[in-house]
């Protein structure tokens, strides 16, 4: 046992070392304003049950992990995002991406595929294959994934108020590739409440795309059982300027809220909770993003079991997705992004993903360059295979600041799920606009912080240096709009209108009615309908979702 202390031993020794740095005694604080505190003992962590909270890896609450083994037995996938300009360029972008080493895919689609525009549309113009791929039909589909086995590929999709149909067309594709929809493995994100928070990609109001997302469990969980048919998403609302604990804790109200409509729509918790996954990012500070993991996966579990009665370990445990932060990217200085990105992949690694994404140093340029792109897997490479990080289960456990931190995000975030269980759970929050008001107050306490330097961002407001001249970067060619909305016009000359016809009336009635929507959707893809075909119908019966208004 230590002598003295610790009160004694700050009271003493530290405050007699600290005269010598009066520079260094101001506040450190993590993104919820928690203090950090210079020293962390035994009695920090005083009464904690070790057994009981901590637990082993793969046992309830899951603190240390989902796996017994983790990394020991089989490493995070390594799935990099990507999507740009025309389906043949995404799709030598994927071949090359897979050479290289990379294990998964993730799919970037274009705004008007998000939100259910064809490339024809008004709407769509000065959008086509700028943020991603431009996907209209099935044939595009085709063509993005040409020569690549879908049975031998787990593949991510980062779409939402489309998720449906985009899903429709993956399964559509394998029938047409011969590959059974069981054998398909991958996420669709899907996650439409927090587009009212924080992203904006919606197209419906909340309650008919709610109704969109439990057909999706209920059709996967009998037709495609090894689909991830979520992926619940923070990533979005801490890029919009969440602190940490909120990202948690409304991601985990989002959940409660998915679930429980699944269960109000009749289906059994433990048959489809297993399909059930988590997207978070990895930010700056080392060791609350690793606290922030820990305890999410604690949360969830007692969520799972002790409000939801579930009973199949399967469905306790938060399985996650991680990408690095965007938002953290500087155009000044942006050789230091590949430092940034190192620290943060390195938190996701130690808070226990179960994929990861590593962000390019061009990113606050442009869409990243294949040199860039090649920088960010090698780093989640070396630090598989070369820095030990892979090594043991859960290294950082036990950690008197670890341990005290993930307790502390543990009950922040609680703290603020039982306010939005009070206001009538989430999406009566988010209609309320509590979630988008607490994001915004932390979004400028934080830009505050940079401009009166109380943060340091290095490049931007300390260590400045001579902004640089960026080259090799992404150009993307003006003529993919003009050769997509080609494309397009060919499909739709080309193609049976009878039968479109009929699958889009197909749909109609199903959206009119209970059945479920899949059948229907997978109908009009492989008619060939075009995604703004279908949500032109959808959006005839359910009507357009617009933006709350937050007073």
Not at 35 to 51: F, I
Not at 422 to 435: R, Y
Request: aromatic fraction near 10%; proline fraction near 4%; hydrophobic fraction near 40%.
């Amino acid at each position: 046992m230590p002598s003295k202390s610790k009160k004694e031993w700050q009271d003493t020794t530290l405050q007699s070392a600290l005269k010598r740095f009066p520079e260094r005694q101001e506040r450190f604080e993590i993104s919820s304003g928690t203090v950090v505190e210079p020293l962390y003992t035994a009695e920090d962590v005083e009464g904690l049950d070790y057994t009981e909270v901590i637990g082993y890896p793969g046992e309830y609450p899951f603190t240390r992990g989902i796996q017994p083994t983790m990394y020991r037995g089989r490493l995070w996938t390594m799935r990099q995002y990507s999507g740009f300009a025309s389906a043949e360029e995404s799709n030598q972008r994927y071949r090359y991406l897979l050479e290289q080493g990379q294990t998964g895919l993730s799919v970037a689609f274009d705004l008007p595929t998000q939100i259910g525009y064809d490339s024809d549309h008004p709407r769509a113009q000065g959008e086509i294959g700028k943020v991603g791929v431009a996907i209209d039909t099935l044939e595009d589909m085709e063509i993005l994934f040409q020569e690549i086995p879908l049975d031998k590929v787990s593949t991510s999709m980062t779409i939402n108020a489309t998720a449906p149909i985009l899903l429709a067309m993956y399964i559509a594709l394998a029938k047409k590739q011969g590959v059974d929809a069981a054998k398909l493995d991958g996420t669709i994100q899907n996650d439409i409440l927090k587009e009212y928070v924080a992203r904006g990609t919606y197209n419906f109001p909340p309650r008919p795309s709610m109704r969109l997302i439990t057909d999706i469990f209920k059709y996967c969980g009998e037709n495609v059982p090894r689909w991830n048919t979520i992926s619940i998403s923070g990533y979005h609302m801490r890029e919009a300027g969440a602190t940490a604990a909120q990202e948690l804790a409304f991601t985990l109200a989002n959940g409660i809220a998915y679930v429980q409509a699944a269960i109000d729509a009749g289906l059994d918790i433990d048959a489809f909770a297993g399909r059930l996954s988590f997207f978070f990012v990895s930010h700056n500070n080392l060791f609350e993003e690793v606290a922030k993991f820990r305890a999410g996966r604690r949360l969830w579990a007692k969520i799972m079991r002790e409000r939801f009665g579930a009973k199949d370990p399967r469905s306790w445990m938060l399985r996650f997705h991680t990408q690095t932060a965007g938002s953290t990217l500087t155009a000044q200085q942006p050789d230091n992004n590949v430092v940034r990105t190192t620290i943060q992949a390195l938190a996701a690694i130690f808070g226990g993903t179960q994929s990861l994404h590593t962000n390019s140093r061009d990113e606050a340029y442009a869409t990243p360059s294949e040199e860039a792109v090649t920088i960010a897997l090698r780093t989640q490479q070396v630090l598989a295979y070369e820095g030990g990080v892979a090594d043991s289960v859960d290294p950082l456990a036990g950690s008197y600041l670890v341990e005290s931190l993930t307790n502390t995000v543990v009950e922040e975030a609680r703290d603020y799920i039982e306010r939005i269980d009070s206001l009538g759970g989430a999406l009566a929050a988010i209609e309320q606009g509590f979630m988008q008001r607490e994001i915004q107050e932390s979004s400028y306490r934080y830009q505050r912080d940079i401009e009166s330097e109380k943060r340091v961002i290095v490049g931007v407001n300390m260590f400045v240096s001579p902004f640089p001249k960026m080259t090799g970067l992404l150009r993307l060619d003006p003529e993919v709009a003009r050769r997509q909305k080609e494309r397009l016009a060919e499909v739709k000359r080309t193609r049976d209108s009878e039968r479109v016809a009929l699958a889009l009336k197909g749909l109609e009635e199903a959206a009119r009615g209970t059945a479920n929507t899949m059948p229907a959707f997978l109908e009009c893809v492989e008619a060939y309908a075009t995604i703004g075909e279908m949500c032109d119908v959808l959006r005839h019966i359910f009507g357009e979702q617009k933006e709350f208004l937050i007073f």
